[in-house]
């Protein structure tokens, strides 16, 4: 009874080498979670409320410009800013 010996060809070496390098960087869009409406990010959620207002959430955030429907009604006064302090 001998022990097996594997040998591997150095051109099946090469071709894993070639395979290891890294992947070329698929696209994707920075902040994935951020509501298209408003800037700077508002997460997507089922609802978001000012942060510091007594909102039931489940999400916050603080000052920001509404640049499309304003889905989750920050822009009480329609002025364009959604949480404006005062
Ligand atoms: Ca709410
Ligand atoms: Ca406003």
Known sequence: MRPAILLVPSACIAVAIGIALPPAATAEPPG???????????????DVDCEGLGGDG?????????????????????????????
């Open 58 to 86: 489940p999400m916050f955030t603080g000052p920001v410009r509404v640049i499309g429907p304003d889905e989750y009604g920050l822009d009480d006064n329609n002025d364009g800013f959604g949480c404006e302090l005062g």
């Open 32 to 46: 994935p979670h951020c509501h298209s409406s408003y800037d700077p990010c508002v997460p997507i959620a089922s």
